[in-house]
């Protein structure tokens, strides 16, 4: 029991944001550890910070397994707004003492966004000040190389930390989740909302098997014990962005090509799921295991890969999670970008002398729903066309060439080729 205590006290938390991955991974897995004598959220959303103080730092989150949903309620958070003078002077206050820092935003480029105020702004200070015995910091953001460049923006502020132990982390966060508004959903799913005080709910899968960057600050131990190790989380980024996002996406591009609203729909859907497994395993699978082989990790094998594939995919169409198809396909234009899911994965493929024919299916879908959404998306008029079933392929190579801001790469031309024989292909698959 005493020993138990000591570890209890050592440990102190921070996130930056609170959406369903800090609520439903990082700060879950802080309070269950039962080793840390502060957990801490920055969050900027001041009607979820009040709901979550109202409810005396409780709040619920909800578990989408493969038989149904679970709730669970962490207790003991405190969240903070940084945009309030005196929410911000306690944040610094915290971040001083922090052995365990994590960064949950919707991309790397929020980093440096509010300036003195902002995330690494605050984080290089904290650094700057802390009286911890050591800190790590996870970047999990979506991004091979998140941790790099949060410690560069970190950096820049306050220059290395002299005399301190601190090392950024990488990661891999496989867990699927979201955030549920609407009522009628909250109420047919059966989901307990964030707290009473606020109509919105988190929802998460289960699988919690969350890889991360070695720790190798002599001495420390963290309190969150529960995450994969590796020395080297490099191949394991490139699974997750050229297996786990790109066929996620595809699936979204051409269910929403097929008229789909759930990706529930789209697993019953046997065209749709064999088109995403023949991607998975034929092309980015097959790449992957080329060049990763000789790690000798049971992922990059045949059958590793397969069974990785075989359990996104049904993940992904879980009827649980309730996934939307709007959700899944939203942000296009970054996700159609040169080394994003779709064309990086093509290229990848390519490189290792395979032929993408499958996503180019998926990057056909992908330019269909830009035009859907063309609006939306600011397209150039010149580009707005009305049915994607009538581009020729100059129009195809225009819509290509506007995403990329013309940044060409190696294999530009041929990744056009491909994706304009596609346009046949798929009118003829899904019509």
């Known amino acids: 029991m005493n020993s138990q205590l000591r570890t209890f006290v050592k440990h102190i938390f921070t996130g930056f944001g609170f959406g369903p991955i800090q609520a ?9 550890s039962r080793s840390f004598s502060r957990i801490v959220a920055a969050e900027i959303d001041q009607a979820l910070v009040d709901a979550v103080r109202a409810n005396k730092g409780s709040y619920y989150v909800n578990v989408a397994g493969t038989n149904g949903i679970d709730v669970l309620k962490i207790d003991g958070v405190e969240l903070l707004n940084p945009k309030v003078a005196a929410d911000r002077k306690i944040l610094l206050e915290v971040l001083a003492q922090s052995t365990e820092v994590t960064t949950c935003l ?41 941790a790099e460049i949060l410690q560069q923006t970190v950096t820049k502020k306050v220059g290395p930390p002299v005399g301190k132990k601190v090392q950024f982390l990488n990661t891999v966060i496989g867990k699927m989740s979201r955030v549920v508004d609407d009522s009628a959903e909250i109420k047919q799913l059966g989901l307990r909302t964030i707290t009473p005080a606020i109509k919105r709910a988190f929802l998460v899968e289960e699988f919690n098997r969350i890889l991360v960057t070695r720790t190798r600050l002599a001495g420390f131990r963290p309190g969150i014990e529960v995450f994969v190790e590796k020395d080297d989380l490099l191949p394991f980024e490139e699974a997750k962005l050229y297996g786990h996002n790109a066929i996620h996406s595809l699936l979204g591009f051409l269910g929403a090509v097929r008229g789909y609203t759930k990706m529930t729909e789209i697993g ?74 779709i064309f990086g994965t093509m290229q990848l493929v390519l490189e290792y002398g395979i032929e993408p024919k499958n996503m180019a299916l998926a990057a056909m879908a992908g330019v269909a729903v830009l035009l859907a959404k063309s609006q939306e998306y600011n397209l150039p008029s010149n580009l707005r066309f009305s049915d994607w079933r009538k581009l020729g392929g100059p ?17 530009s031309e041929r990744l056009i080729q491909y994706v304009q024989a596609a346009k046949d292909h798929l009118i003829g698959l899904l019509g």
């Open 24 to 32: 439903g991974l990082f700060a879950k897995e802080a309070f269950e």
């Open 106 to 146: 919707p991309s790397v480029n929020f980093y440096d966004t509010g300036g003195a105020a902002g995330v690494a702004a605050a984080i290089a200070e904290g650094l700057n000040n802390s009286i911890a015995e050591a800190t790590i910091i996870y970047a999990a953001e979506n991004h091979n190389h998140a």
């Open 268 to 341: 019953k859907d046997r065209l749709i799921m064999q088109i995403g497994r023949d991607a998975f395993l034929q092309e980015s699978g097959a790449a992957l295991i080329k060049k990763y082989a000789h790690l000798g990790d049971g992922l990059f094998t045949e059958a590793g890969y397969r069974d990785y594939a075989e359990d996104l995919l049904g993940r992904m169409t879980n009827p649980y999670l309730a996934d939307t198809v709007a959700r899944v396909c939203r942000d296009a234009v970054r996700k159609l970008g040169t080394t994003e899911r």
């Open 395 to 411: 129009d195809i190579e225009k819509i290509i060439n506007w995403l990329w801001k013309d940044q060409r790469c190696k294999n």
